[in-house]
Each structure stands twice: as C-alpha cells, then as structure tokens.
C-alpha cells in the first residue's frame, strides 16, 4: 500500500526530493515509491554502494528484491557521479542511493590516497546531473549530529557529508527527513500539505 505522501505527488510530477536519516530505516524503500510515483518514462536506480564485506553483500542484496518488478534499470555510479549523464535519459525518473557511499568511494579510494576535496568533487558533479535532470531522489545518512568524540579521519568525513548534504538539499525542491518511523517534511510542504506521517 503506498503511502499517503507518495499518493500527493501528482504522476508524472518534476521534481527533485532530498531524504536523509538514519541508517537502515527504510530510507531507500520510501524512496523508492517516490521515484516510481514520478516516473513517466524510464527509471533509474543510481548504485553508488561498493561492497566490503558480507554485510554489505546483504544490504545491496536486499535492496535489489525491494525493487525487483518496480521497473528500474540499474546503473553502477561508485564515482563520478556526473557521468550518469552519458549513460542514462535526462528525461528519466532517477534514485540515487546514496550520497553517503558515493562519498567514502571517492574520498577513500581503494587505488590512492584520501581525497580531501572529494565532497566538492560530487557537489559540481551532482550540480551537474541536477541541472539536466528533473526528477530525482538522493538518499542520504544522517550520520553527523550525535556526540561521540571520533578519530580525525572520521570527523573530516562526517564533516564533509554534512556539507555534501547541505549543498544537495538547497538544489531540491523537497527535503525529507527518517526519524524514528516518522516522516518530516522540511522543505515543500506545499507538495505534500503539510503533513508528517508514519511510513514504519
């Protein structure tokens, strides 16, 4: 059953949503609705996410049944984020998920050194995708406002996603926020009236 934001949007409606918040919160399946209920045309589901580990295995796995029969063509985009431009329809319905592992790609790349400037890197790239695409979903972590005293390479990159999503959330036109099963709506309320609501 969809939720009753998703029903808001009209079909067919241009727009570009920013949604952040917790880690494994059901983010990416909301987001998901939202970039299917845009969708007049193609769909796409932007991979960023390079696996590590088993568990990483599980989440890209998870994430792939959530949306297996939705009609999305997957595009592996770990870097570079403006080339999603030569490979996809502008015209297009876009998930990109997310800007949290599109970050530590380009910021710790496994070739190379740490990239201090890499959440200026994607900004332009993003600007870029952002100027020829109209309808977008960009997910994001809200892994940057608790209290715990980290190490500096940690610091710099919860410092430079921050930034990444300061800058992402200006360009959209609706800004969402996951908070403990509730969804908030800090920027379009005119979309969706207004209104918060459950979707957990």
Request: some cysteine.
């Amino acid at each position: 059953m969809k939720s009753g934001l998703v029903t808001a949007l009209r079909y067919g409606d241009a727009m570009r949503i920013f949604i952040s918040g917790g880690c494994k919160n059901g983010k990416s399946y909301y987001a998901q609705q939202l970039a299917k209920a845009q969708a007049t045309d193609s769909l796409y589901y932007v991979a960023t996410m390079q696996s590590a580990d088993s568990e990483d295995d599980e989440r890209i796995e998870r994430h792939r049944q959530e949306r297996d029969g939705w009609g999305f063509a997957t595009v592996e985009q770990p870097c570079d984020i403006e080339n999603i431009l030569h490979e996809c329809d502008s015209g297009g319905s876009f998930l990109l998920d997310s800007l949290t592992a599109l970050l530590s790609n380009e910021m710790f790349p496994a070739d190379g050194d740490m990239n201090e400037h890499a959440a200026e890197k994607i900004t332009r790239g993003l600007n870029r995708v952002l100027d020829e695409v109209e309808n977008i979903v960009i997910v994001s972590d809200y892994i940057y406002s608790d209290a715990m005293i980290y190490d500096a390479l940690t610091e710099q990159y919860r410092r430079s996603l921050a930034n990444l999503d300061r800058e992402a959330a200006k360009r959209c036109d609706v800004v969402l926020e996951v908070a403990y099963t509730s969804l908030i709506v800090h920027k379009g309320k005119e979309v969706f009236g207004g209104v918060d609501e459950k979707i957990l």
